[in-house]
C-alpha cells in the first residue's frame, strides 16, 4: 500500500495518491468538476520568547516598528501566495483572511482564518498565513531575542466541501 498525500478521509493508508498520475508523474489535481462551496480554515501557531521581547511587542517598543501589524499583513499576504509556494496547491481567489494575535505567557499566538466559494479547501493557506505572521515576528523581534521558538502550528479546524466539517480533537 502507497500513503495517500491527498484529503481523501481519516485512513493513513491508501492504494491511489490523488497527486501521482498512473506513470508516477507527480500533477495538480484536476478540481474542476468539483461543486463549488462555502470553505473555510482555522490554523494556530505561536511563537515563544523572552519576557523582554513579549513586553517591547506588547508596548510596541520593538526596534523594527509595529511587529504585530506587520506580521498580519504578511500573513494575508502569504495565504493568497499559497499556491507560488507549495506545488501542488492550487491558485485560490480567496475571499477572506483574518489573522488575530494573543499574548500568552511567554509567547504570541497567531490564529488565522481563511474562507472562500470554491472547488478546493484553504487548509494549507491558514497554515501558511499563521506560518509566514510567526517568521514575520521573529524577524521583527530578533534584536530582542534569536531564541525564539516557532511550535504548535497546526490546522484546528476546516469546513466545507467533500469531507465536511472537521475540528481538531483538542484545539
Request: charged share 25%.
Amino acid at each position: 500500500m502507497l500513503l495517500d498525500t491527498g484529503n481523501c478521509g481519516n485512513s493513513p493508508m491508501s492504494t491511489s495518491l490523488t497527486h501521482i498520475d498512473a506513470e508516477g508523474t507527480a500533477r495538480m489535481v484536476d478540481v474542476g468538476a468539483k461543486a463549488e462551496t462555502q470553505r473555510l480554515a482555522i490554523a494556530s501557531g505561536r511563537i515563544r520568547m523572552s519576557a523582554e521581547a513579549l513586553a517591547a511587542i506588547r508596548a510596541g517598543d520593538a526596534p523594527k516598528g509595529d511587529v504585530l501589524g506587520t506580521a498580519r499583513i504578511a500573513g494575508i499576504m502569504a495565504a493568497k501566495r499559497t499556491g507560488d509556494l507549495i506545488p501542488m496547491c492550487h491558485p485560490l481567489a480567496i475571499d477572506a483572511v483574518n489573522l488575530d494575535f494573543a499574548f500568552e505567557e511567554n509567547a504570541v499566538r497567531a490564529v488565522a482564518t481563511v474562507s472562500l466559494t470554491g472547488r478546493t479547501g484553504v487548509e494549507m493557506e491558514a497554515i501558511t498565513a499563521v506560518t509566514i505572521a510567526l517568521v514575520t515576528i521573529y524577524d521583527m523581534a530578533k534584536a530582542l531575542d534569536k531564541a525564539m521558538v516557532i511550535e504548535d502550528v497546526r490546522l484546528i479546524e476546516k469546513r466545507g466541501g467533500k469531507s465536511g466539517h472537521w475540528r481538531a480533537a483538542t484545539a
